[in-house]
């Protein structure tokens, strides 16, 4: 398990398979991350939609986070 944020609305990244995270915060869904063939990572935000390709699993997390923190706040991407 991957855990970015530890406060109490603590965001949790959770390896369901080697290569593929899952994000979540107080049990709701935010995206995931997935690996591609080549060793970089896809992230997709809640709705499955793609946010991009990325070299580390750390860019496509903190790319999810971007995305969530937007959706939180009631901006529109």
């Not at 970015?4 to 959770?14: K, P, Y």
């Not at 063939?37 to 699993?57: K, N």
């Not at 997390?61 to 901006?75: D, K, L, M, W």
């Amino acid at each position: 398990m991957v855990a970015s944020d530890t406060g109490d609305g603590a965001l949790i990244w959770s390896r369901v398979e080697p290569g593929f995270y899952v994000g979540s915060r107080g049990g709701e869904f935010l995206g995931y991350i997935d690996r591609r063939p080549d060793r970089g990572y896809v992230a997709f935000d809640l709705h499955s939609s793609e946010l991009g390709a990325f070299d580390s699993r750390d860019d496509a997390i903190a790319a999810v986070e971007s995305q969530t923190s937007r959706h939180s706040s009631g901006a529109e991407a």
